[in-house]
């Protein structure tokens, strides 16, 4: 378990790992809508229509606005009283916090008071930009901390330093940028204000001729989420884990949530657990809606939705005995994965008109002639054993059908293979992909006797073989003798050699030196076993009337333990007298 979790901890990378990015209205070249900035209209016991913030873009030339409302021809002086505010604010979700923004925003900030129909500038009231407790950018009077209004001042973000600062323009306003912003580190919230300061001595007296509001042109604020998402019990009982055999293609089912939400879902093969491979993929940000057609929006703080009763399969089947997990990544990256599962499945159909019921028909083509007299006729068989020389291979032909007779193209025959000795088992040599009219060829190279088992699998994974033929390679063996070219009368003729061929029996085999004679043929004088290295000794003792010539060769006896058929050297001629 410990190896398939520490295969399975690779995964891909947010804004960076554990955080994501949330954008807002124009940002770059790309506009989005605002689901994040959330217009607060604190307008205490005052008139709530001046305080009324504007936490809609429809367009890029449409900002978010906080701000407070100037006198009119009704109401030429709006008196605000100490601690009213306007503003959009920015909350992240629970158990993450705010690490980065980048924001362009405009302060418009020039108030006055009207006296006898004067105007007397005054810069009651103050617009701001707070990143949690300490601020960024900065208008009007805001003496809460004055330390606070000195740093914001040396970061040249206090426009107007307290004096009119009738329109900044658009200014780009980053944590790197801010002093306070960067000691904080992280925050829980964000927050455009226009207002009238809580400590204020007075009311903010605001005439018709003033202005005072901060725009929010668009954003991008950086979340950091630490906290895993909770990935219940994938369900037993149903789709892939359903009791019995499956097929590969059917959904695992689960349920999963976050703080953030959840974008990404797989199933891994940890089969391999050192090699773990991914063989399904729903990104909900990217890819497909959720099963509830619900999908990530990254305007929002929460980006991701949570998945209940989700399920998802394999675009290519899953074929075989195969040890899966779950894995589900947050909006930040985090991911978890689920206990590992076994499922056995049926991956795709092995060929197309394949299937159960399929029939093979495989061996070594050879030319027969049946009929009589004119009807005499060459016909091509293919026979189920080959006799080739010490050396060479042959060609197995074959052809697969499916129960309907029709050809099965494109499917997958395996090539087992064993040696022709006792104790030999078989080993999977590839497979051949059969033609469009079922037909396969492979070339059998040189080696040992050999047994060729041509199998076929209805569906990739399957256990069992649906179909196959059995071929036997015998090839003969090879023997290297020599003897001595003459021997007197009553003498004693001693051959020696060896097998060619490996590999050699430890216990040796038997091999027969035979003499030829004439009328009679071939027949056994003598015998010798070989030793581990296939070298073998005999002797012959010629009678005291021998005389002439004499024919000699060495012929392999067969047997289980060595993996070739019956062979002879070359021929030995030996004088004697």
């Not at 002086?77 to 916090?97: E, H, K, M």
């Not at 940890?270 to 959720?290: I, K, L, M, R, W």
């Not at 492979?442 to 199998?455: C, I, K």
């Amino acid at each position: 378990m410990a190896a398939v979790l520490g295969a399975c901890a690779l995964m891909p990378a947010a804004a960076h790992a554990g955080t994501y990015d949330v954008y807002s209205c124009k940002f770059g070249s790309a506009f989005y809508g605002n689901n994040a900035w959330v217009g607060v209209n604190n307008a205490g016991a005052g008139d709530p229509a001046f305080t009324l913030p504007d936490a809609t873009c429809a367009n890029a030339s449409d900002p978010l606005i906080a701000l407070m409302r100037p006198g009119n021809a009704t109401t030429p002086n709006v008196a605000y009283t100490p601690g009213i505010s306007s503003s959009l604010v920015f909350t992240p979700p629970a158990d993450t916090r705010i690490t980065d923004f980048n924001l362009s925003v405009r302060h418009l900030f020039n108030t006055f008071t009207n006296s006898s129909g004067t105007h007397t500038q005054n810069n009651t009231g103050f617009t701001l930009v707070a990143f949690g407790g300490v601020g960024v950018s900065l208008t009007g009077q805001w003496d809460a901390n004055p330390p606070q209004a000195a740093s914001i001042n040396g970061d040249h973000h206090y426009y107007g330093a307290g004096g009119p600062a009738p329109d900044t323009g658009v200014v780009a306003l980053t944590k790197a940028s801010s002093m306070l912003a960067t000691n904080a580190g992280r925050a829980s919230n964000m927050a455009l204000y226009a207002g009238c300061y809580t400590g204020a001595a007075g009311n903010c007296n605001i005439d018709d001729a003033s202005i005072a509001q901060v725009q929010l042109i668009g954003s991008r604020v950086t979340i950091d989420d630490t906290r895993p998402p909770d990935l219940t019990a994938v369900q037993a009982g149903r789709g892939l884990l359903a009791p019995g055999v499956r097929s590969g293609a059917e959904p695992v089912s689960f349920s999963a949530s976050d703080n953030s939400g959840i974008q990404r879902a797989e199933i891994v093969d940890v089969t391999d657990a050192a090699n773990p491979a991914v063989v399904a993929t729903e990104d909900y940000n990217s890819g497909p809606n959720t099963d509830a057609g619900t999908r990530c929006d990254f305007t929002r703080p929460r980006p991701c939705p949570d998945l209940k009763d989700e399920t998802i399969a394999a675009p290519t089947p899953i074929a075989g005995h195969r040890t899966l997990l779950v894995r589900v990544t947050d909006a930040g990256g985090s991911s978890v994965v689920s206990a590992p599962f076994t499922v056995y499945a049926r991956g795709p159909l092995n060929g197309a008109n394949g299937g159960d019921g399929s029939r093979l028909v495989a061996g070594f083509p050879a030319k027969v002639f049946r009929g009589k007299g004119k009807k005499r006729h060459a016909v091509f068989v293919l026979r189920p054993s080959h006799t080739a020389s010490y050396g060479k291979g042959a060609t197995i032909r074959g052809t697969l059908k499916g129960a309907n007779g029709q050809p099965v193209s494109g499917g997958d025959v395996r090539i087992l293979v064993r040696e022709a000795r006792l104790g030999a088992q078989y080993v999977d040599r590839g497979g051949v992909t059969t033609g469009p009219d079922g037909r396969f060829v492979f070339p059998v190279p040189a080696g040992s006797s050999r047994v060729l088992r041509l199998a076929y699998r209805a569906y990739l994974g399957d256990d069992a073989y649906a179909t196959r033929s059995t071929s036997t390679l015998n090839t003969r063996a090879r023997i290297s003798a020599r003897g001595p070219k003459r021997v007197r009368r009553h003498g004693v003729a001693k051959f020696s050699g060896r097998l060619v061929g490996r590999p050699f029996p430890p216990r040796g085999v038997t091999v027969d030196l035979q003499i030829f004679q004439p009328g009679v043929g071939w027949r056994v004088f003598g015998n010798a076993r070989t030793r581990k290295s296939g070298t073998f000794t005999v002797r012959y003792h010629f009678q005291r009337a021998s005389r002439g010539r004499f024919t000699f060769r060495i012929r392999l006896r067969p047997n289980d333990a060595y993996p070739y058929s019956r062979g002879v050297s070359r021929r030995i001629r030996v004088r004697v007298g």
